[in-house]
């Protein structure tokens, strides 16, 4: 069974920084694109960051830029997003999905995760 588990959320204070990870199993991790989403109560599911198969190229959405890197580590099977200088609007239930390609649509990804939560506090 295919399956993606996201870790590293919580309840931080404003400015803090958390590390998310995402591990695949069951999959051949290192030919998939990955991506990490989010969902905030009452607002649209927004796509956060994409990284490639290689890792050598990252998208992330422009209100995030300078905020978050996006990794991968392939011989582990793990994606990783990194958030600094965490705000209260980036509250949100974070997942990381799997692709053959870049979407910035969570529908066109196959795989996904059931999500970690962040909670930020002002």
């Known amino acids: 069974q295919i399956q993606l588990v996201e870790s590293g959320g919580g309840s931080v204070q404003a400015g803090d920084s958390l590390r998310l990870s995402c591990v695949v199993s069951n999959l051949l991790f290192s030919i998939y694109h990955m991506a990490w989403f989010r969902q905030a109560p009452g607002k649209d599911r927004e796509f956060v960051a994409h990284?490639?198969?290689?890792?050598?190229?990252?998208y992330y959405v422009d209100s995030l830029k300078g905020r978050v890197t996006v990794s991968r580590d392939n011989a582990a099977n793990t994606v990783y997003l990194q958030m600094n200088d965490l705000r209260p609007e980036d509250t949100a239930v974070y997942l990381c999905?799997?692709?053959?390609?870049?979407?910035?649509?969570?529908?066109?990804?196959?795989?996904r995760g059931q999500g970690t939560q962040i909670t930020v506090s002002a």
């Open positions: 999905a799997a692709s053959m390609n870049y979407y910035s649509d969570l529908d066109r990804y196959p795989y």
């Open positions: 990284i490639t198969v290689d890792g050598t190229a990252t």
